[in-house]
Nanobody, 122 residues
């Protein structure tokens, strides 16, 4: 399984970015795709997740109403639309995958993409 994250960059506070995570290597219909982030000196934290089949979503309280996760089945790609970005959203963002159920513990995810840096200036 390969996950390829992209779309990070530098944006001013209040701006938007869209991250992409392209998945390859297997059928993902029974998988959960998630985004985590890790700021310098902090632990990796759960941001959001989506079940590939059915599309149900879960969000961390810190991003509810600002971030939206979605998927494109035809492209095997998951997106993270980030709006109203804040300086505290600055982190390396990682996509991850695991089978069946959504969990927020990063240790429970089996597959990881490389990180993509998101920097929000004030």
């Amino acid at each position: 399984v390969q996950l390829q994250a992209s779309g990070g960059g530098l944006v001013q506070a209040g701006g938007s970015l869209r991250l992409s995570c392209a998945a390859a290597g297997r059928t993902f219909s029974r998988y959960v795709m998630a985004w985590f982030r890790q700021a310098p000196g902090k632990e990796r934290e759960f941001v959001t997740a989506i079940r590939w089949s059915g599309g149900s979503t879960v969000y961390a309280d810190s991003v509810k109403g600002r971030f939206t996760i979605s998927r494109d089945n035809a492209k095997n790609t998951v997106y993270l639309q980030m709006n109203s970005l804040k300086p505290e959203d600055t982190a390396v963002y990682y996509c991850a995958a695991r089978a069946y159920t959504v969990v927020v513990d990063s240790r429970e995810y089996d597959y990881w993409g490389q990180g993509t840096q998101v920097t929000v200036s004030s």
